[in-house]
């Protein structure tokens, strides 16, 4: 069983930063990849950013060029660095983990998670 524990979130205006964290109870490298997803209100739950143990990512369109993910194995810590927050990137944010290699590479499909954490709410105005 792994445990993932998410923090950082908060209230930001737009164009405000924020930086979560997640702190898992296994090595973060040996997940073979990890992923932040997000899900506001009346909608799905949707893939935000992922990194493979190699160190290759994935974002979201709506995302790219403003979250930035990393991890430091040293800590056990994945962390979603996010820039220039929009009003849309409201929504309840969420760290994953597989319990499987998979195909490979970072992965933006819940599918292919089988471990979550709590989520942080994250809240931004105009």
């Not at 369109?61 to 403003?66: Q, Y």
């Not at 056990?76 to 929504?91: F, H, I, R, W």
Request: some cysteine.
């Amino acid at each position: 069983q792994v445990h993932l524990v998410e923090s950082g979130g908060g209230t930001v205006q737009a164009g405000g930063s924020l930086r979560l964290s997640c702190v898992s109870s296994k090595s973060t490298y040996s997940h073979y990849f990890m992923g932040w997803f997000r899900q506001a209100p009346g909608k799905e739950r949707e893939g935000v950013a992922s990194i493979h143990s190699s160190g290759h990512t994935s974002y979201a369109d709506s995302v790219k060029g403003r979250f930035t993910i990393s991890q430091d194995n040293a800590k056990n810590t994945l962390y979603l660095q996010m820039n220039s927050l929009e009003p849309e990137d409201t929504a309840m944010y969420y760290c994953a983990a597989p319990d499987r290699r998979w195909f490979g590479s970072p992965s933006l499909t819940p599918f292919h998670y089988t471990y979550w954490g709590q989520g942080t709410q994250v809240a931004v105005s105009s």
